[in-house]
């Protein structure tokens, strides 16, 4: 495990520690890899996981629909 000196405190850190244990700051050689890795896991989302994120939604919005064009088909004849 390579160690570094944190800039502001001194302390030894790790360098794949995304912040220092001891004042908290970035550690800034892996504080870009860390931050892509952790928030940016939804780049490769389809656009149907955005529009129907929630499944049970989709089915309760169906079954309406459904209901409505029996509705419709029943009562215009």
């Not at 890795?37 to 149907?48: A, G, L």
Request: with cysteine; hydrophobic share 35%.
């Amino acid at each position: 495990m390579e160690k570094k000196k944190c800039p502001q405190c001194k302390n030894l850190i790790l360098k794949t520690s995304p912040t220092c244990l001891y004042c908290g700051r970035p550690n800034k050689f892996i504080t870009k890899e860390y931050v892509n890795k952790k928030w940016n896991k939804d780049k490769n989302k389809n656009i149907f996981d955005y529009i129907f994120i929630n499944k049970n939604i989709v089915f309760i919005l169906l079954s309406l629909f459904t209901i409505f064009l029996l509705y419709l088909v029943k009562y215009n004849q």
